[in-house]
């Protein structure tokens, strides 16, 4: 049984940095797979904010975060982050990763992520 979980969410100022964690386990990072980060503000539907994709080592991003966050890997910790950079107001929100194998096409869905964590809060503010 593969199970997540995010950590490293907190206050930020405008412009600031943050990195969160998402630890993996029953699932090792060299093998098919991907994960997933996604996002949900107040009054909002979850969004994706991107992936990696381990079999290929690709990472993908959506568009409003592209040049700011960045996702790796941690093999020796089996573990994904977000590096989040030049944060705006509008990057807060509860964050979420999540396991799957999706195609490079499907990155974006949440129907193809299998299990998920449960979120850490990420407040940008000044």
């Known amino acids: 049984q593969v199970q997540v979980g995010e950590s490293g969410g907190g206050l930020v100022q405008p412009g600031g940095s943050l990195r969160l964690s998402c630890a993996v386990s029953?699932?090792?990072?060299?093998?098919?797979?991907?994960i997933g980060w996604f996002r949900q503000a107040p009054g909002l539907e979850r969004e994706v904010v991107g992936c990696?994709?381990?079999?290929?080592?690709?990472?993908y991003y959506t568009d409003t975060v592209k040049g700011r966050f960045t996702i790796f890997k941690d093999k020796t910790e089996n573990t994904v982050h977000l590096e989040m950079t030049n944060l705006k107001d509008e990057d807060t929100a509860v964050y979420y990763c999540?396991?799957?194998?999706?195609?490079?096409?499907?990155?974006?869905?949440?129907?193809?992520?299998?299990?998920w964590g449960q979120g850490t809060q990420v407040t940008v503010s000044s």
């Open positions: 029953g699932f090792s990072l060299d093998d098919d797979g991907a």
């Open positions: 990696i994709s381990f079999a290929d080592v690709m990472t």
């Open positions: 999540a396991f799957g194998d999706p195609p490079p096409s499907a990155w974006r869905y949440e129907a193809e992520y299998t299990f």
